[in-house]
């Protein structure tokens, strides 16, 4: 049961500060205008207008965990542009491998020497001894269901309900008896033909499905990030690996978002043996690239299977994209993950992460409020409920979509960009103890207003 909000009072709220925050970009509302003429919606991203139900603002320029908009305004950033920026705007280092490697060449559709860096630095932290490249994490999480079909010989994936895999059909769905049907518009009828989704951290309806030896690959996050948090029970991943190993199923531990949360991400941190490890958001460089990581048996296939194009007599596996490892992308990458993407430097996020988690909790204490910060690396967030969720269908049912909403709109407008619907507020490497603080005394002004 949520805590009875005062729905009147909220609208109130919402209508108030939504004027003011309007009444703040002028620039941005012209610009938008202008948009309007070129671009849908007036954004070149869709997604960019669907994520906020308030006008876009245009961005200007970044510094540490600070951004600006066109009219001036300064947000310090606690969404981390959805975990693609967790170094901060402008760091130095990445700045520097950037701008050398731009000058040299950004793309040659040829191997960088840096390609090698980086598969060396994730094999060292993960653990997954061969690397392959794309441009997004959904390029990564599409490839890899293609080899995990290619060496299992099966069709069907099985996926956790709650679950974000990216952009593309197959994942875009939702359950539909043992098969899943499209959750957006525009995708292929028959994207969840193949496609099963069965309750996170419900190890008895997963070994149903494996039972029926037809599973291709499980899908998973280590944690479910995108309805709110949902932290795996005791177990669960010994379940989920015995019991694919047992039916012979890959498993795809997919780390877009949980990779910035540890130090080689929950894979090392909760000791997981994934087929493949899908990763992306350039690693929270700002810098576009997505990674899989696979293992020697799997990268045998992948290598035995190379598509030779036009003339060769036997098909190979449909993997890769221009731009996919380009030499910039893994320049910049390569520099956030020697000098900011360090043991130390997670160990520093998740002291800050904790310092977030336990202000939200006195802040709700002080409110007497019903609810419990959340906690997982330099993420937080709350559970508007006293004991955190299991599953998706639990999680939906505390957000608030309308609190939320009105809750980023007020953060906005004291410098502060709160997190997207979905997600929480997160410590990266470039916030200060005292920028941690500011978002907690925001908060708590926020509860001030609702409670
Ligand atoms: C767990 C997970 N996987 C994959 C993706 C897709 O990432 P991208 O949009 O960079 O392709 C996301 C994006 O939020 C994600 O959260």
Same mark, same amino acid.
């Given at each position: 049961?949520?805590?009875?909000?005062?729905?009147?009072?909220?609208?109130?709220?919402?209508?108030?500060?939504?004027?003011?925050?309007?009444?703040?970009?002028?620039?941005?509302?012209?610009?938008?205008?202008?948009?309007?003429?070129?671009?849908?919606?007036?954004?070149?991203?869709? %997604?960019?207008?669907?994520?906020?139900?308030? *006008?876009?603002?245009?961005?200007?320029?970044?510094?540490?965990? %600070?951004?600006?908009?066109?009219?001036?305004?300064?947000?310090?950033?606690?969404?981390?542009?959805?975990?693609?920026?967790?170094?901060?705007?402008?760091?130095?280092?990445?700045?520097?491998?950037?701008?050398?490697?731009?000058?040299?060449?950004?793309?040659?559709?040829?191997?960088?020497?840096?390609?090698?860096?980086?598969?060396?630095?994730?094999?060292?932290?993960?653990?997954?001894?061969? %690397?392959?490249?794309?441009?997004?994490?959904?390029?990564?999480?599409?490839?890899?269901?293609?080899?995990?079909?290619?060496?299992?010989?099966?069709?069907?994936?099985?996926?956790?309900?709650?679950?974000?895999?990216?952009?593309?059909?197959?994942?875009?769905?939702?359950?539909?008896?043992?098969?899943?049907?499209?959750?957006?518009?525009?995708?292929?009828?028959?994207?969840?033909?193949?496609?099963?989704?069965?309750?996170?951290?419900?190890?008895?309806?997963?070994? *149903?499905?494996?039972?029926?030896?037809?599973?291709?690959?499980?899908?998973?996050?280590?944690?479910?990030?995108?309805?709110?948090?949902?932290?795996?029970?005791?177990?669960?991943?010994?379940?989920?690996?015995?019991?694919?190993?047992?039916?012979?199923?890959?498993?795809?531990?997919?780390?877009?978002?949980?990779?910035?949360?540890?130090?080689?991400?929950?894979?090392?941190?909760?000791?997981?043996?994934?087929?493949?490890?899908?990763?992306?958001?350039?690693?929270?460089?700002?810098?576009?690239?997505?990674?899989?990581?696979?293992?020697?048996?799997?990268?045998?296939?992948?290598?035995?299977?190379?598509?030779?194009?036009?003339?060769?007599?036997?098909?190979?596996?449909?993997?890769?994209?221009?731009?996919?490892?380009?030499?910039?992308?893994?320049?910049?990458?390569?520099? *956030?993950?020697?000098?900011?993407?360090?043991?130390?430097?997670?160990?520093?996020?998740?002291?800050?992460?904790?310092?977030?988690?336990?202000?939200?909790?006195? *802040?709700?204490?002080?409110?007497?409020?019903?609810?419990?910060?959340?906690?997982?690396?330099?993420?937080?967030?709350?559970?508007?409920?006293?004991?955190?969720?299991?599953?998706?269908?639990?999680?939906?049912?505390?957000?608030?979509?309308?609190?939320?909403?009105?809750?980023?709109?007020?953060?906005?407008?004291?410098?502060?960009?709160?997190?997207?619907?979905?997600?929480?507020?997160?410590?990266?490497?470039?916030?200060?103890?005292?920028?941690?603080?500011?978002?907690?005394?925001?908060?708590?002004?926020?509860?001030?207003?609702?409670?």
């Amino acid at each position: 049961m949520l805590f009875e909000l005062d729905r009147a009072r909220l609208a109130r709220l919402r209508r108030r500060e939504d004027k003011a925050f309007h009444a703040r970009i002028p620039k941005s509302l012209k610009l938008w205008q202008k948009a309007k003429g070129v671009m849908p919606n007036g954004v070149p991203m869709s %997604w960019m207008l669907g994520l906020h139900r308030h *006008a876009p603002v245009f961005a200007s320029k970044g510094d540490k965990a %600070w951004f600006t908009d066109v009219d001036g305004n300064r947000y310090l950033d606690m969404n981390l542009s959805d975990l693609s920026a967790t170094t901060g705007f402008g760091h130095p280092a990445i700045t520097r491998a950037v701008a050398r490697q731009a000058a040299r060449g950004a793309q040659f559709l040829l191997p960088a020497e840096d390609s090698i860096v980086v598969s060396e630095l994730l094999r060292a932290r993960t653990g997954m001894p061969y %690397w392959q490249f794309t441009l997004s994490a959904s390029g990564a999480n599409m490839e890899a269901f293609r080899i995990a079909r290619l060496a299992t010989g099966r069709r069907r994936i099985v996926m956790f309900d709650g679950k974000y895999h990216g952009h593309f059909d197959e994942v875009l769905v939702k359950r539909s008896g043992r098969s899943a049907r499209p959750s957006l518009l525009g995708t292929s009828p028959a994207s969840g033909r193949d496609v099963t989704i069965v309750p996170f951290n419900d190890a008895d309806a997963l070994a *149903a499905e494996l039972k029926r030896g037809d599973v291709a690959c499980v899908i998973a996050e280590p944690a479910l990030t995108n309805v709110n948090l949902v932290l795996p029970d005791p177990g669960f991943h010994d379940a989920l690996r015995k019991l694919t190993r047992k039916h012979g199923s890959l498993l795809v531990i997919d780390e877009a978002h949980t990779m910035q949360m540890a130090y080689g991400g929950l894979t090392r941190l909760y000791g997981l043996e994934p087929d493949i490890l899908t990763t992306g958001k350039g690693f929270g460089s700002g810098v576009p690239l997505g990674a899989y990581g696979l293992t020697a048996k799997l990268a045998r296939i992948a290598a035995d299977s190379l598509d030779l194009g036009p003339g060769s007599t036997a098909p190979g596996i449909a993997t890769g994209g221009t731009t996919y490892a380009s030499a910039l992308s893994l320049a910049g990458v390569r520099a *956030a993950l020697e000098k900011v993407l360090t043991e130390t430097g997670y160990l520093r996020c998740a002291r800050l992460g904790s310092r977030l988690a336990d202000g939200i909790d006195r *802040a709700i204490a002080a409110h007497d409020l019903p609810w419990k910060a959340q906690r997982l690396g330099g993420r937080s967030g709350i559970s508007m409920t006293p004991v955190h969720p299991r599953n998706a269908a639990e999680a939906a049912s505390t957000i608030d979509v309308e609190l939320i909403d009105t809750r980023r709109v007020f953060m906005a407008n004291r410098g502060v960009w709160d997190a997207i619907a979905t997600a929480g507020p997160q410590a990266g490497f470039a916030h200060t103890p005292g920028d941690i603080d500011h978002y907690v005394a925001v908060f708590s002004a926020f509860l001030d207003e609702i409670v």
